[in-house]
Structure formats: C-alpha cells, structure tokens
C-alpha cells in the first residue's frame, strides 16, 4: 500500500534534530506494524497540493501549528482537495488539524476551545465498536497537543470515541473518511519535549499536568493498526 502524507507543518528546528520531523515520525510508526508501506509526501504548508486523487491507494493528513480556521491559501486548497477525496470515495484520515479540517471541509465547525489546552496523554472512551477496530478495546489513550476541536459534526460524521475534555476526539465520516484528534506519531519524549518549548503558551500548571500524564501506557501501535484496517476496508470497498 502506498500511503500518501499531506505534511501541514515541520517539527520545530530546535526539536528536529533528537526527533525528526512529521514525515520520518510516521515512517517509523507505521513500518513497526508494517514495513512494507511506502510513503509519498506532499508538503501541503509550502502549497504542494496533489493534483490526482488516485496518486497514492490512500492519504494521511499531518497535525498542524496552523488552524484550520486562519487565512492562508494553502488551507483553502487543501479543503477543496479534501471534498475532491469525499467525493472520489477515496480514503483519507486525519490526525489533529487533519481531523479537524476534514470536519470543516465537509460542513462541520471548529473552534478554539474554551477547555484550553490538551497536552500530554489524552484518556478517551471508545463509545461505538467498528469492524476495523482490530484488536478490539473500549479505551483509546493518545498523545495530544491541541486548542481547537471540532465543536459541530458535518452530517457525514458520527462520533466513535471522546471524553468529556474532547467529545468529537474519534470520528468516522461516511465509509473512507476517518478522523482522530490524538497524534499516534508523537513519542512521550517529543511530547515532554514540544510542551517545554510551549510552556508560555500552554501555561506551566497544565504542562503540569500533561507531564504526570505521560506514566500512562499510549495505544500509539493500536492506533496505526486501526488506521491500516479501516484503510484497506475503504479501499477494498471501492473495487
């Protein structure tokens, strides 16, 4: 399977070196479950959009510092790119900013939250079982970093997992669209490391706190094998 990677930002100079950036994260991610996926990137924040749906069997949407609410060009493109996959039935998910604008995209509304800052491990229930959620468990626990969250559902969507800091965290819309609000890619060292450089901004009691999170376990590789399941279900669905 070749997955394409719509990369809406870089890791931070200062923690590219120990870490990597968004491209090499998912690599190693993903190849832990299976090394044979190939990876194609198109670096969507330099207005690197792809112009064929079909490029790639299925596409994989980065997080983002950006919202995808601001006013940049290449968000705009990228919303419209994302309606011509809906309506392709090709599958797409999307982590963070890519959950989020898939929402956007299809109609649904995102907005800066008034709970603040999610840092650290996120503690979510799964409230719907789907086929693809194979191993199956009722919890999904994943890195976060995130102000924004999908505040209303497009009509595509149904909510399959949240907690009651972020009721929309896991979301499904129609058969091949596939949203979560965590970021499996995120090691804990990178996410110790991104909120020490965000302390100021997230503020140090909820850094606080997303540090203590991080003795939990993180469904990281659980997360990249739902992904593949419900990508090769979308894909087979459309043969």
């Given at each position: 399977?070749?997955?394409?990677?719509?990369?809406?930002?870089?890791?931070?100079?200062?923690?590219?070196?120990?870490?990597?950036?968004?491209?090499?994260?998912?690599?190693?991610?993903?190849?832990?479950?299976?090394?044979?996926?190939?990876?194609?990137?198109?670096?969507?924040?330099?207005?690197?959009?792809?112009?064929?749906?079909?490029?790639?069997?299925?596409?994989?949407?980065?997080?983002?510092?950006?919202?995808?609410?601001?006013?940049?060009?290449?968000?705009?493109?990228?919303?419209?790119?994302?309606?011509?996959?809906?309506?392709?039935?090709?599958?797409?998910?999307?982590?963070?900013?890519?959950?989020?604008?898939?929402?956007?995209?299809?109609?649904?509304?995102?907005?800066?939250?008034?709970?603040?800052?999610?840092?650290?491990?996120?503690?979510?229930?799964?409230?719907?079982?789907?086929?693809?959620?194979?191993?199956?468990?009722?919890?999904?626990?994943?890195?976060?970093?995130?102000?924004?969250?999908?505040?209303?559902?497009?009509?595509?969507?149904?909510?399959?997992?949240g907690s009651e800091f972020?009721?929309?965290?896991?979301?499904?819309?129609?058969?091949?669209?596939?949203?979560?609000?965590?970021?499996?890619?995120?090691?804990?060292?990178?996410?110790?490391?991104?909120?020490?450089?965000?302390?100021?901004?997230?503020?140090?009691?909820?850094?606080?706190?997303?540090?203590?999170?991080?003795?939990?376990?993180?469904?990281?590789?659980?997360?990249?094998?739902?992904?593949?399941?419900?990508?090769r279900r979308a894909i087979?669905?459309?043969?």
């Amino acid at each position: 399977m070749v997955i394409g990677l719509l990369q809406c930002d870089d890791v931070a100079p200062e923690l590219r070196e120990a870490h990597g950036n968004y491209p090499e994260m998912f690599e190693r991610l993903f190849h832990r479950v299976d090394p044979t996926l190939t990876f194609r990137v198109w670096r969507c924040l330099d207005g690197e959009i792809p112009e064929d749906v079909e490029a790639v069997d299925a596409w994989l949407t980065t997080g983002s510092k950006f919202g995808v609410n601001d006013d940049l060009p290449w968000i705009a493109a990228l919303e419209v790119f994302v309606r011509a996959l809906w309506a392709s039935g090709k599958p797409l998910v999307g982590i963070c900013f890519g959950h989020q604008l898939m929402a956007k995209a299809l109609g649904g509304e995102v907005e800066k939250s008034d709970r603040g800052w999610g840092v650290g491990l996120s503690f979510n229930r799964v409230s719907e079982r789907a086929d693809w959620m194979v191993p199956w468990q009722p919890g999904l626990d994943l890195l976060v970093s995130h102000q924004d969250q999908v505040e209303r559902l497009p009509p595509q969507a149904r909510v399959l997992g949240g907690s009651e800091f972020c009721p929309c965290y896991l979301m499904q819309l129609g058969e091949h669209f596939l949203g979560v609000q965590g970021h499996p890619e995120f090691t804990k060292a990178y996410s110790r490391d991104l909120m020490a450089l965000r302390a100021d901004l997230v503020g140090h009691h909820r850094v606080r706190q997303g540090e203590a999170s991080l003795s939990a376990p993180v469904d990281d590789t659980l997360m990249v094998r739902w992904i593949l399941a419900f990508m090769r279900r979308a894909i087979a669905a459309r043969r």
